[in-house]
Every structure is written in structure tokens, then in C-alpha cells.
């Protein structure tokens, strides 16, 4: 992904992974064709054997879980830390920010243990525990997804 303003480029993995494990909502947005769809999720984050990966998941119905298993494949996006750096003068208004974007291939996991796996990181996303237990019944009627990062790339203006 190319980035205009390379002075604000955050490139180290580590210091990515935090600004992620930061933020409490993330965006999924498809092209549907010419109509664009983006949703505000909870998510699950996790960085194994060298690649990237967010949870999501649902009912096991509704346009989110459509175009999931559809297209396979969608664009993301979170920030944290959006404040105003006022001044005297109306353009020199700027924004303090983290955020990060990117893209990715989407599978849904079906065997129940890789559903109870990402529903564990998405756990330990909103609560800081992965040591949670899931009744049969609720892994039946809940689909669980994971999008593969293919391209990421993260900002930082202070």
C-alpha cells in the first residue's frame, strides 16, 4: 500500500501490533460491486508464525456473513487517539491519530475447535482472557471468520 505522507509511516511490527491490540473497534469494508458496505466490529488480533490475523464473528445470517463468504476477501480499519491540535489559524488545525489499514483473504471456520480458537482471541481482545468456555449450542449458531492479512500499513501524527 502506498503511503503519501511517508513521515508518518509506522513500520515496525511490534509498535503495529500495539496500536491494534489498542483499539476497541475495527472496520471491515467490502466492494460490493458499486455499492460499498462497512461494518464497525469487535475483533480478536493475533500475529502467528509470521502472519497477521483478525476475528470476527455473527449469526449465522445478514449481508456481513454474505459478502464474507461471497467475495472472500475485504479492506479494514481502526484508529485510537483522535484528538485536535488547535491553533490560532483555521488550516493549521491538525489531528493527533494512530491508525492502521489494510487488506485481506476471509475463510470461515467451520470445525469447531478453529471456532472455539478465534472466539478465544476475539475474548482475549475485549476482556485481556483467553480462558473462556463456549457452550456446543452457541458454537452451532455463530460463525466465526478469519481475515489473513495481505496488506497493512499503519500511521502515527503527534
Not at 471456532?115 to 468456555?133: F, P
Request: charged share 30%.
Amino acid at each position: 500500500m502506498e503511503m503519501r505522507r511517508k513521515d508518518l509511516a509506522v513500520t515496525d511490527p511490534a509498535r503495529i501490533d500495539e496500536i491494534i491490540q489498542g483499539c476497541d473497534c475495527w472496520r471491515l469494508a467490502f466492494a460490493d460491486g458499486t455499492h460499498p458496505y462497512i461494518i464497525p466490529l469487535n475483533f480478536g488480533y493475533e500475529r502467528k508464525e509470521g502472519k497477521q490475523y483478525f476475528y470476527f464473528h455473527g449469526a449465522a445470517v445478514g449481508r456481513k456473513v454474505d459478502l464474507s463468504r461471497r467475495l472472500g476477501y475485504a479492506g479494514f480499519e481502526l484508529d485510537r487517539y483522535r484528538t485536535v491540535n488547535p491553533s490560532d489559524t483555521a488550516c493549521d488545525f491538525s489531528m493527533r491519530y494512530q491508525s492502521v489499514v489494510g487488506e485481506g483473504e476471509i475463510t470461515e471456520l467451520i470445525d469447531e475447535k478453529e471456532k472455539t480458537e478465534g472466539l478465544q482471541v476475539i475474548m482475549k481482545q475485549i476482556t485481556g482472557r483467553a480462558d473462556w468456555e463456549f457452550k456446543e449450542s452457541v458454537l452451532a449458531k455463530t460463525c466465526v471468520f478469519r481475515l489473513e492479512v495481505k496488506e497493512i500499513s499503519a500511521r502515527e501524527h503527534s
